[in-house]
């Protein structure tokens, strides 16, 4: 199975930070990953799709790239209502796989 | 407006199975994969399988081979997955979300518990 490391874990932040996260595949996806947002008791919500398209009202401080085999989702300017976990998926080779998932927190 | 409705929590004992649904309503049910996914708190997300409605067509991880079997029912527009076997490693949250690459939408979720 294809894995995505993904980091950090978990990360302290503070309000109006630029925030990245990294999910790094072991081998070739393309462009088939995917960024989840969630948040305590809820499912999963969709941000980044086909690793740089904002989903359908995703505010636009998120943004999501890749670079080889990195793939990144970066918030600018961070709102309370952004800290949740985070978690990456790539769909490019069955099984799809999920990243181990990233934990925001205020500082 | 699209939805995915889960069933409710299951408390359930060792070596029993479980049927979980998701009733799917605000589009074409036939025309959309459905995925099924596992959240624990040690393992995280992990992707169990795909059902083509139209064709009941199935995909598993060959983790949840013999652990889960995917069916449909289209005069309902539900998707069904069985837990057969039950452990307490069984115990989890588990997600529908459609699409064959997009899971564009979940359901909320249905906690599982297996204890006895």
């Known amino acids: 199975d294809i894995q995505m490391t993904q980091s950090p874990s978990s990360m302290s932040v503070s309000l109006g930070d630029t925030v990245t996260i990294t999910c790094r595949a072991s081998q070739d996806v393309g462009i088939y990953v995917n960024w989840f947002q969630q948040k305590p008791g809820k499912s999963p919500r969709r941000m980044i799709y086909r690793a740089t398209n904002l989903a359908d009202g995703v505010p636009s401080r998120f943004s999501g790239s890749r670079s080889g085999s990195d793939y990144s989702l970066t918030i600018s300017s961070l709102e309370s209502e952004d800290v949740a976990d985070y978690h990456c998926?790539?769909?490019?080779?069955?099984?799809?796989?999920f990243g181990a998932g990233t934990k925001l927190e205020l500082k | 407006q699209v939805q995915l409705q889960q069933s409710g929590a299951e408390l359930v004992k060792p070596g029993t199975s479980v049927k979980l649904s998701c009733k799917a309503s605000g589009y074409t049910f036939t025309s959309n994969h459905m995925n099924w996914i596992k959240q624990t708190t040690g393992q995280g997300l992990e992707w169990i399988g795909i059902?083509?409605?139209?064709?009941?067509?199935?995909s598993y991880n060959v983790k949840f081979k013999g652990k889960a079997t995917l069916t449909v029912d289209k005069s309902s527009s539900t998707a069904f997955m069985q837990l057969s076997s039950l452990t307490p490693e069984d115990s989890a949250v588990y997600y529908c979300?459609?699409?064959?690459?997009?899971?564009?939408?979940w359901g909320q979720g249905v906690m599982v518990t297996v204890s006895s």
């Open positions: 998926l790539q769909y490019d080779e069955y099984p799809p796989t």
């Open positions: 979300a459609r699409g064959s690459g997009s899971y564009d939408y």
């Open positions: 059902i083509n409605p139209g064709s009941g067509g199935t």
